[in-house]
Structure formats: C-alpha cells, structure tokens
C-alpha cells in the first residue's frame, strides 16, 4: 500500500471563513495541529510495537514492513542505524519533522489552544530533544511523549470551548487515526466505529468537506466483504475529504 503520509500545505482551500471567528489559515492549521498531534502518537505505539517485533519475536523484518505500511522509502537494515533515522531525522515520516510541524502549528495557535494547552507539546519536543543530544534511541525513554501527546488531548477539550475551533482540531485528530489505523491493517470493526464519530463533526463544518469523497468513504465502510481490498482506495478519498 504504497500511499506517503500527507503533509500540510499552509496555503489554505478555503475560499472564505470558517463561521465568524476564524480564518482559512487558521482552519488549516487548526485541522493540521490535530493530524500531527495524532500521528506522532500513533507513530510511537506502532514502532514500540514492530520493534519489539524485530527483538523478541524472531521477525528480523518488522522494521522494514514498519516503513513498507507508512510508504517510507529510505529504511536502514541497521536497527540502531534506523532508530537514529527515524527518530531524528528531518525528513517527512521521521518523528522530529512530525514533531516540528507540531509546534510550528502551535504556537500560531496559542490564542486558540491556550498556553497550558502549547506546555504539552513544549514537552514533547524537549524529550526529543534529551534523547538525541545523549545519542539515545531507546524508544522506551519516549514514552513521557505519548503521555504529554494524552495530556494535550485533555487540555484541548478543557480549553478550546469554541466549537468550530474543536470540531476541527478533532476531525484532523480522528482522520488521521484512521489513516495510520488503516495502513497497519486494524480491524474493520474498530475503523468504523472512528469513522462514525468522524462524521458527527463532519456534519457541523460541512462546508469543508468534499461531498464525492464522503459518499467514497460512505460506500467503503458500508461493505466490509469488501473493506479490505478497497483500503487503499479508502486513504486516498480519506486525504481528499477536507478543503483546508
């Protein structure tokens, strides 16, 4: 399933505001903030997971089948050699690129997310940060990031109480969820229950979703004798849903 990561294009789709309060570019980054906040998250419970593959489970290749599922093209046989790619590299797929684009997103936000909201995501570069200036890739060490990654979370629905600002921090969150989900092959049980908490905040920003992509997507979680085969089909409608 040979389909990269999508990454942001700060200049916004949008033709015009989001309600009254909040800018295409804003929009973009709202939306944006949410996937990347998801992905750095769902990147570490992944490679936790295939690494632990390649060390206790006698499955040399599960770091390449890590970088065959999320279509990264460089993937070093090496595993130290891979970790300190992969963890510090600043390449699309690499966590520190994930996480800078993170923060940048952030502190434009800071009006909308609040400082104590921003901290999380302060934290989460720091920790980073700690580990490659110590040349460190125990990836256990990174667990304090999928922890403040948690936090933020919490401090998003504490915080952001507009509700166009949240829909759209949430929707980024969710799509991207099911995007990673997808690729590691979760089960169809599991993608549409995510898929149909998705649609409740479709349904409140309509005005940025693509209608074709939707019945795409609708069509899709409505056959799972079928669902498998069409995955691939399904992440390219998935990353064509949003007009940001």
Known sequence: MQISFQQQNTVSALPAYVGQTISPAKANRLYWLGRYAERVSAQLHFL??????????????????????????????????????????????????????????????????????????????ATLKHSEHNKDVNINKLQPISDYILAFWGSVLHFVVDQAPLDLLC?????????????????????????????????????????????????????PARFDQRRPEMLNALNSLINV
Not at 89 to 107: A, F, K, M, V, Y
């Open 171 to 223: 929707i980024g969150r969710r799509l991207e969820s099911i995007d990673v989900e997808t690729r590691f092959g979760e089960r169809y049980e599991r993608l549409v229950a995510e898929w149909k908490m998705l649609e409740r905040r479709l349904d409140r920003q309509i005005h940025l979703v693509s209608k074709e992509q939707r019945l795409i997507l609708r069509d899709i979680f409505a056959d």
């Open 48 to 125: 936790r997971h295939y690494y632990d593959l390649c060390l206790d489970g006698g499955h040399e290749d599960a770091l390449l089948e890590y970088c065959s599922k999320l279509s990264l093209s460089d993937c070093p046989q090496d595993r130290d050699l891979f970790l300190v790619q992969h963890l510090f590299g600043d390449q699309p797929g690499c966590l520190r690129h994930t996480l800078n684009c993170l923060n940048d997103n952030s502190i434009v936000l800071r009006e909308q997310l609040a400082t104590n909201t921003i901290a999380y995501v302060n934290l989460c570069v």
